[in-house]
């Protein structure tokens, strides 16, 4: 937990004194998010590829003051983007000391902070909130109920002696405890459609009503949501006056482009081990194959948690196949992408039909990536020298019980593989492991070129004429 300034008010008489105003959060966001975008700084720390599509909406819709809703398929960076809404946040806000809706001290909202307000005057206790703590988010799973979100009547209050029509004898839920902040609700058409109707209060009126009777709570939240577009018919949907009382519904997407795909990826990736940018693009255009296939059920998506799985699955292969060379430092190389497929052939939904042929079209695809990366990589390269060279006799093998310099030294000195690494991001002054990355891409590529051969076993790949 971040320190409170010890320079800040402690009552509701020096708040007064020192002239501080009260700010919805709608307009705190409004205002925060304006200076942010004068002053040229980014608003949106961490996400990636929405800069001309999914930011300039999500930005008209906060400055609009609207509730929003994202709308995408698993895996877009819904959830990501709803949770640096924090950072539009002031780092520190004003509360009553012991409130249980963080009631703004010169605007109490429930009885019990009205009636502690009139007793105590300026010598109301104030503490203050961090911007990580007005940021609430929930889940929406099949048994959620009302009292989760609204609140409910709190027996052990009732049995203190309250009448059951005290508003004082309500526990407040999820929403009311997140007054003067920011409320963040995954997955909404998971919720019951009954428990959605609760909401509709809260979102147009700002009051709630429990157990039949109606508490009015001014309460200032900002509503936002994620939802699949395929709920709507698939596992529910968001009932039409809800949506109605959505200000925007914005429409998220994966990365429109490899860069994108490959910083999400780098951004994202808790990497064991070494991967070049070439097999990060590989694996960026594996999963944009992956997307475009028609044997892979669309309607499902292809998360960014994929590539990001692809990325720390090759990491992993490349630290044990150093561990059982004695190479370092370990460094990813093509052959480590075979470990992709099987790793995570789960993670995919297939078209009905596809059944035992998953891995296939597995590997299809992921070969396919790795020509086309190669092709950019390496275009307009002559590569002649190197399929001479092999077919003259160097066979190069490959596999997790060969190094990198074993790798290169089946090779007689070809200008072509300084060329190769420099294309591949590395220089001939490099560890023999990134060296010997870019040549063996080279290589893949020639046999999937069919200028080569492979011939592989259990643990080792020999390319050859």
């Known amino acids: 937990m971040t320190p409170v300034p010890e320079n800040l008010p402690r009552t509701a008489g020096e708040l007064r004194a020192a002239g501080y105003t009260s700010r919805g959060i709608k307009t705190e966001i409004h205002d925060n998010l304006l200076t942010a975008l004068r002053e040229g700084r980014d608003p949106w720390p961490g996400i990636v590829g929405f800069d001309r599509t999914v930011l ?78 007005r940021y609430t988010e929930k889940l929406a799973t099949p048994d959620t109920s009302v009292g989760d979100l609204i609140g409910d009547v709190d027996p052990v209050k009732v049995a203190e002696g ?101 910083d999400v990826v780098r951004q994202e990736a808790n990497l064991v081990a070494e991967v070049g940018e070439p097999l990060l693009e590989v694996l960026a255009r594996f999963v944009r194959n992956l997307r475009e296939s028609a044997v892979v059920d669309q309607r499902s998506g292809v998360s960014a948690r994929f590539a990001v799985a692809a990325a720390e699955t090759v990491a992993a292969a490349a630290l044990r196949r150093a561990a059982l060379t004695g190479e370092h430092p370990a460094v990813a190389r093509p052959v480590d992408l075979e470990a992709v497929p099987a790793v995570l052939r789960g993670k995919i939904e297939f078209e009905p039909g596809e059944e035992g042929r998953e891995t296939e079209h597995l590997v299809h695809l992921l070969r396919r990536a790795v020509a086309e990366t190669a092709r950019e990589r390496f275009g307009g390269l002559n590569l002649r020298p190197l399929v001479e060279a092999v077919s003259g006799g160097h066979l190069v093998a490959t596999g997790e019980r060969v190094p990198g310099a074993d790798l290169l030294a089946a090779l007689p000195e070809l200008p072509v593989l300084h060329e190769v690494a420099q294309r591949a991001g590395a220089s001939a002054q490099d560890e023999p492991g990134r060296i010997a990355a870019a040549v063996e891409l080279a290589l893949e590529s020639l046999y999937l070129a069919r200028q080569l051969a492979k011939d592989s076993d259990d643990a080792t790949t020999v390319y050859g004429p």
Request: cysteine-free; glycine content about 8%.
């Open 162 to 262: 309250r009448s059951l029509g005290d508003p004082e004898t309500i526990h407040f839920g999820l929403v009311p405890r997140a007054h003067r902040g920011i409320v963040a609700i995954n997955e909404l058409p998971d919720l019951a459609e009954r428990i959605q109707v609760a909401l509709l209060n809260v979102m147009e009126e700002r009051d709630i009503q429990i157990r039949g009777y109606t508490l009015r709570l001014p309460l200032d939240v900002l509503l936002v949501a994620t939802a699949n577009p395929e709920d709507y018919t698939n596992r529910g949907r968001i009932i039409t006056p809800l949506k109605d009382r959505f200000g925007a519904e914005i429409r998220t997407h994966y990365p429109l482009t490899v860069e994108a795909e490959v």
């Open 56 to 133: 300039p909406q999500f930005e008209r819709a906060l400055l609009a003051g609207h509730d929003v809703v994202l709308l995408g398929e698993r895996g877009q960076g819904k959830t990501r983007l709803l949770r640096t809404l924090a950072g539009l946040l002031d780092e520190w806000t004003p509360v009553i000391e012991g409130s249980e809706l963080a009631e703004h001290p010169l605007e109490p909202i429930t009885p019990a902070s009205r009636r502690r307000a009139a007793e105590l005057g300026d010598d109301l206790p104030v503490t203050w909130l961090h911007r990580d703590q």
